[in-house]
C-alpha cells in the first residue's frame, strides 16, 4: 500500500496526531502559541507517565512490515526531535489480531499517540537522525503483545 | 552571561537532559535503542500527564530575560521537534525569588525537563521552526509564578 498523509480526523480511531494545528492561546507575552493537551494519555491504574528517548535506524521504501505490537496497558506517544517524516503503521484489532491495516506518512511537523491497546509497526523513520521522545507508561507489567504478520505488510514508495 | 554547554551534570540541579546518551537496552529487533525514563516527572496529587504543542518565535543573541517562571504543581518537559540548540535559562531559589541564573545551550540533539517549581526562562528557540512538545501537568490550578527581574539577564552570543 502507499501511506496516505497523516490526519487527525483519519488517524483518530487509532489515537492522536500531535501538531500544531486548530485551537491555540497566546503565552510569554504572545510570544509563543499553546496547542493545549492533545493526546488521550492513559498509563494505567498502577503506571506512571515517564519519557524516554528512542535512537532508531532509518528505513527506505519498500518497507515490509512483518511485525505489530500493542501496549496493553498504556498509550505510546512519538515526538520526532528533528523536523523529519516518518512512516506510522496501524491496524484495527480482531479478537486478539490486527486487521485492516493502514500506513500513514507524517508530514515532518508532526508526532503521534498511539491509544492503549492500539496495534502499530515500531517506529520506522525514513530520513534524519532517527531521535524521538517517546511518553509511555512506566510500570511493572510487561505491557507489550507482539503479533508476526504471515503476509507482511509493504508499503510502496510514492511513484 | 555567555550559555554553557547543557550536560547532564551541570543540569542535575534543575531538571533532566533528555538525549540518547548513557546506557540504552536494544528493542524492535536491535533496530532500535531505548534509552529509558529519563526524567523526573512529577504531576502532584490532583494532576495529570499532557502533551502540548509549542510554537514559539525564534529570539537573537544578545537576548535580554527579564521575566522568570515557576510551576509550584508540575514538572515541565520540553521537546524540541527539530534538530536545532535552543536556549535554557534556569536559576536557584531564594525564599520565593530567583537567584543565581545560569544559562545552557542545547545541543540541537536535546531536550529538557525541568523540576517541579524550578524558576526558568520562557521557551527560546535561537534557529528552526520553534516548534516543540511539551509535558506537563493538567489540572484546575494556575500552576504558575512569575517573577519580573528588575535587572534582566542578558545573554551574549559566542564572540
Same mark, same amino acid.
Given at each position: 500500500?502507499?501511506?496516505?498523509?497523516?490526519?487527525?480526523?483519519?488517524?483518530?480511531?487509532?489515537?492522536?496526531?500531535?501538531?500544531?494545528?486548530?485551537?491555540?492561546?497566546? %503565552?510569554? =507575552?504572545?510570544?509563543? &502559541?499553546?496547542?493545549?493537551? $492533545?493526546? /488521550?494519555?492513559?498509563?494505567?491504574?498502577?503506571? !506512571?507517565?515517564g519519557?524516554?528517548?528512542?535512537?532508531?535506524?532509518?528505513?527506505?521504501?519498500?518497507?515490509a512490515?512483518?511485525?505489530?505490537?500493542?501496549?496493553?496497558d498504556?498509550?505510546?506517544?512519538?515526538?520526532?526531535?528533528?523536523?523529519d517524516?516518518?512512516?506510522? %503503521?496501524? =491496524?484495527?484489532?480482531? &479478537?486478539?489480531?490486527?486487521? $485492516?491495516? /493502514?500506513?500513514?506518512?507524517?508530514?515532518?511537523? !508532526?508526532?503521534?499517540?498511539?491509544?492503549?491497546?492500539?496495534?502499530?509497526?515500531?517506529?520506522?523513520?525514513?530520513?534524519?537522525?532517527?531521535?524521538?521522545?517517546?511518553?509511555?507508561?512506566?510500570?511493572d507489567?510487561?505491557?507489550?503483545?507482539?503479533?508476526?504478520?504471515?503476509?507482511?505488510?509493504?508499503?510502496?514508495?510514492?511513484?
Amino acid at each position: 500500500m502507499t501511506p496516505e498523509p497523516l490526519t487527525a480526523d483519519a488517524f483518530a480511531p487509532y489515537g492522536d496526531v500531535l501538531e500544531a494545528t486548530g485551537q491555540s492561546r497566546a %503565552i510569554n =507575552a504572545g510570544l509563543c &502559541a499553546r496547542f493545549h493537551d $492533545r493526546a /488521550r494519555l492513559d498509563f494505567g491504574p498502577e503506571g !506512571q507517565a515517564g519519557i524516554s528517548i528512542f535512537q532508531a535506524e532509518c528505513r527506505s521504501l519498500p518497507y515490509a512490515c512483518d511485525l505489530l505490537e500493542r501496549h496493553p496497558d498504556g498509550s505510546q506517544s512519538f515526538i520526532p526531535m528533528s523536523a523529519d517524516p516518518f512512516l506510522v %503503521i496501524v =491496524a484495527e484489532d480482531d &479478537a486478539g489480531h490486527p486487521t $485492516r491495516p /493502514r500506513a500513514f506518512l507524517t508530514n515532518g511537523s !508532526q508526532g503521534v499517540s498511539y491509544l492503549r491497546g492500539t496495534w502499530h509497526g515500531v517506529l520506522t523513520p525514513l530520513t534524519g537522525p532517527g531521535l524521538f521522545a517517546v511518553i509511555d507508561r512506566i510500570g511493572d507489567t510487561p505491557n507489550l503483545e507482539e503479533h508476526r504478520l504471515v503476509d507482511p505488510i509493504v508499503i510502496k514508495g510514492t511513484p
